[in-house]
């Protein structure tokens, strides 16, 4: 009975590698989010998507993809991936957009290592 | 700009009472929240407020000052369980993004 679920936990990889991690939700919820969490702990938006629309898109590298087949599922797709990518990846989930009074649920992150 | 501010660190004592501070500027406002995460885990909700005042919810409790652009976590009765870091964060009335603190590292003593 996960709410958010990613996967994988663990991902290890060298330089220039394409890598995908996959998310679902089963909350319910209209809209979600990847997050990126470095070393430093500082949590940054990198996309958020509201019923399969694009709503967020920061400032990151086209080298990172999502797409969203339904609003239940929310994919990320590095491609030729770099030293500097090595972090925490974090999926989540909200009933509204975000910055209102619908909490975020987070999946448990994927830890991504590059080599 | 937007920016939030929390203190890198903290210790506290079992059984004890704890104040975490969160200061912060946005060019909106529309509510404030708290996440606890435990090292190597997911962040998970606290709390939220979006009027002046006090909330408590059991040991918990959040303040907020929209004035002051100012909140605080209050943990009473600290537990080791408790030993986590402590995110503050907001959002602009403008877009649609909560902005970070880099949170605060709680560390509870025997």
């Known amino acids: 009975d996960t709410a958010v679920s990613q996967t994988p936990k663990y991902l290890v990889t060298q330089m220039g590698n394409d890598k995908s991690i996959k998310c679902e939700q089963n909350l319910g919820h209209d809209t979600m989010y990847w997050y990126k969490q470095d070393s430093k702990k500082f949590l940054k938006i990198m996309f958020s998507y509201n019923n399969k629309e694009l709503i967020i898109n920061e400032t990151v590298p086209n080298r990172f993809s999502p797409k969203s087949p339904d609003k239940a599922h929310l994919n990320l797709h590095i491609n030729s991936l770099e030293l500097g990518d090595s972090a925490v990846y974090f999926c989540a989930s909200s009933q509204d957009r975000g910055a209102d009074n619908s909490p975020l649920h987070f999946g448990n992150g994927t830890r991504l290592t590059v080599t | ?110």
């Open chain 2, 1 to 110: 700009g937007q920016n939030i501010d929390q203190p890198t660190e903290m210790t506290a004592t079992e059984g004890a009472i704890v104040q975490i501070n969160c200061t912060y500027q946005t060019s909106g406002f529309n509510g404030l929240f708290w996440y606890q995460q435990h090292a190597g885990e997911a962040p998970t909700f606290l709390s939220y407020n979006v009027l002046d005042g006090l909330e408590e919810k059991g040991r918990f409790s959040s303040f907020l000052s929209r004035s002051k652009g100012y909140s605080y976590l209050l943990l009473k009765e600290l537990q080791m369980k408790d030993s986590a870091s402590y995110l503050c964060a907001t959002g602009s009335d403008s877009n649609y993004q909560l902005i970070w603190g880099a949170g605060t590292k709680l560390i509870i003593k025997p």
